[in-house]
């Protein structure tokens, strides 16, 4: 399992730590211009899937609907992601 971001909010540096390596590197082409009407309708459809999968995985019944459908498949290697994407597609 890994983990990736920005130090902060306003550097061009980057994290990453995948596995037991860590790297820092520096932002190559930082974007400069503001984001469109689409990407931003984008950003918006993902954030209400992942809050709507928040919501999914703390019920236990519908948790447990979700984890049957989980074990039949083999796209998806985790739960979450799982579901994550069967809440986008309902959006």
């Known amino acids: 399992m890994g983990f990736r971001g920005k130090i902060c909010k306003h550097s061009n540096i980057i994290y ?12 190559c ?5 503001p984001y469109s009407e689409a990407e931003l309708a984008r950003q918006a459809k ?4 992942a809050a ?13 609907t979700y984890e049957a459908a989980f074990r039949i498949q083999d796209k998806y290697q985790t739960l979450y992601g799982y579901v ?3 809440e986008y597609a309902k959006l």
């Open 29 to 33: 082409n930082p974007r400069t211009k």
């Open 84 to 86: 994550l994407a069967q």
């Open 16 to 27: 990453k730590q995948l596995r037991q390596t860590q790297f820092t590197s520096q932002i």
């Open 52 to 64: 709507a999968t928040k919501t999914v995985l703390a019920d236990s019944t519908t948790r447990a």
């Open 46 to 49: 993902f954030r209400a899937a």
